[in-house]
């Protein structure tokens, strides 16, 4: 009989080289490493022959770069999602989409089992599973994390070197990190202490505020119907838009958050975040929008961005309510075309100055000069109705 077969979410990092050898010793099977290039900088010919050196018998490179920023950044850019205000979901935007290739080279493979290297208290293991499950409930899991004798990452260094698998963490260097073209995340090591300060050495994308320039420099960000599509004037493809954004961000120290967030596992979890181009692109999406829509709008818009965070964060991204909640913000954004400058200065990201030709700023309502289109004698009226139920109660008060 044929052997099973194993897709492996494979990075070469030091989880995923571990369970490809892991799974070697344990399982009769073939095991397929797949690695998506979502923008990560890494070699990739070296991890394809890292993969066969350590037991696999074919691995995959996919090049998901601009799939991941049209359909999963952008989506994100456009309902102003961040989860818990801060974090700017740039691991759970990819975990979808990588998950559902797996589906996809499963199926081409004729393989009945997906692996990867979530561990069990994270969010990722439902990320990917999520997905899986939505996309093909007859692929089987095995995460190793939740089956396996280890217990740390120093008792994966100690498997590594028994084995001679090469891998570039260390004792002192232990951060876990996940980099793709949004942003680079770090956990473990010493930031698992929330009462540490977070090193000079955990950034990847941006340099520390206090080695940022001490001028502020300004970069202007184009917008069609809520997508960014060009810089200074000049229209650049997605990813290239991206990246350049996260090396003109990255130089003023913009977008590192040092947060602690709620896990849906349950837990709190301390991590630090680099997101120098979604940050600029995100706080000027925001200034563009309150150029453009209503009040109403804008609120409601508000109360989605949160839920659609939540969704996002949560691994449902192949849901009816993320497809529902995307047809509300394309209605919105269909207005959201302009251009905003942003001054980039110590870590900050702040609109200077914003235009658009369905912006409802009007500047004869607004002035406080002499106009002819506001009659002031009007607002009497209407504060009288505006606060008649607050007048009803204080007279009622009165009375009894």
Request: charged share 25%.
């Amino acid at each position: 009989m044929p052997k099973e077969k194993i897709v492996l979410a494979y990075s070469g990092g030091l989880d995923t080289s571990i369970i490809l050898t892991w799974l070697k010793e344990n399982y009769d099977a073939e095991i397929i490493a797949a690695d998506a290039d979502v923008g990560q900088d890494d070699d990739f010919a070296a991890i394809e022959k890292k993969a066969f050196a350590t037991g696999a018998d074919k691995c995959y490179i996919l090049d998901l770069k601009d799939e991941f920023v049209e359909g999963y950044i952008w989506p994100v850019v456009k309902a102003g999602a961040a989860y818990e205000d801060d974090y700017l979901l740039g691991t759970s935007m990819a975990r979808p989409l990588i998950a559902e290739k797996l589906v996809e080279i499963a199926r081409k493979e004729g393989a009945k089992y997906i692996s990867h290297g979530a561990t069990g208290k994270g969010n990722d293991q439902v990320r990917f599973e999520a997905t899986i499950h939505a996309l093909d409930p007859s692929i089987k899991i095995i995460a190793p994390w939740r089956i396996w004798d280890f217990r740390s990452r120093e008792d994966l260094l100690a498997y590594a070197a028994a084995h001679n698998i090469p891998v570039e963490q260390s004792a002192e260097k232990i951060y876990s990190r996940d980099q793709n073209l949004w942003h680079i995340s770090h956990e473990g090591g010493n930031l698992e202490s929330p009462w540490n300060e977070h090193r000079d050495d955990v950034h990847v994308m941006s340099v520390p505020i206090e080695q940022a320039p001490d001028d502020p420099a300004f970069v202007e960000i184009e917008f069609e119907k809520g997508v960014p599509v060009a810089i200074d004037g000049e229209r650049l493809p997605a990813a290239a838009l991206l990246t350049a954004l996260n090396k003109i961000g990255g130089v003023h120290g913009v977008g590192t958050i040092d947060i602690v967030e709620n896990r849906l596992v349950g837990m709190k979890s301390r991590g630090v975040y680099e997101t120098p181009g979604g940050t600029i692109i995100m706080n000027a999406h925001k200034a563009l929008e309150k150029l453009v829509l209503d009040r109403e709008t804008l609120y409601e818009k508000g109360q989605i961005a949160r839920r659609y965070a939540q969704i996002v964060y949560d691994g449902r991204w192949f849901t009816p309510l993320r497809e529902a909640i995307d047809a509300f913000v394309d209605k919105t954004q269909e207005v959201v075309t302009g251009t905003v400058r942003m001054e980039l200065y110590k870590g900050n990201a702040l609109a200077a100055a914003s235009k658009a030709p369905a912006s409802l700023y009007s500047e004869e309502f607004a002035t406080f000069g002499e106009d002819e289109v506001y009659n002031q004698k009007d607002a009497e009226g209407f504060i009288n109705l505006f606060s008649l139920s607050m007048k009803i109660r204080a007279i009622q008060k009165r009375q009894g």
